[in-house]
Nanobody, 124 residues
Framework: QVQLIESGGGLVQDGGSLRLSCSAS????????FGWFRQAPGKEREFVAA????????FYADSMKGRFTISRDNTKNTVYLQMNSLKPEDTAVYYC?????????????????WGQGTQVTVSS
């Protein structure tokens, strides 16, 4: 059973930064691909970023490029999402997801496991 636990969400002002963490309880963390998604009230869940085998093998949604950075630490079984220059429209619940095949997965249905989500609120 794979468990994903997100942390690091909170309230931040427009232009501020947050770093989300996703701790994964898996034995072969290095063999998993991970992604971050978000869902704002009344909207569908949307892709944010994905990471494959290392910090170079990454992909971002267009609106996050240059502001968000996804990374992983295989020694800590943790995936991170550094979010800078946050805007009120970034307000959402952010979810970590895992795929037990290493690669870049961009669609929610491609992920096997999900965390419970962490709330990010950006005030104007």
């Amino acid at each position: 059973q794979v468990q994903l636990i997100e942390s690091g969400g909170g309230l931040v002002q427009d232009g501020g930064s947050l770093r989300l963490s996703c701790s994964a309880s898996v034995r072969t963390f290095e063999n998993y691909g991970f992604g971050w998604f978000r869902q704002a009230p009344g909207k569908e869940r949307e892709f944010v970023a994905a990471i494959g085998w290392n910090d170079v093998n990454v992909f971002y949604a267009d609106s996050m490029k240059g502001r968000f950075t996804i990374s992983r630490d295989n020694t800590k079984n943790t995936v991170y999402l550094q979010m800078n220059s946050l805007k009120p429209e970034d307000t959402a619940v952010y979810y970590c997801a895992a795929n037990n095949r290493l690669g870049l997965w961009l669609r929610s249905y491609e992920y096997d496991y999900w965390g419970q989500g962490t709330q990010v609120t950006v005030s104007s």
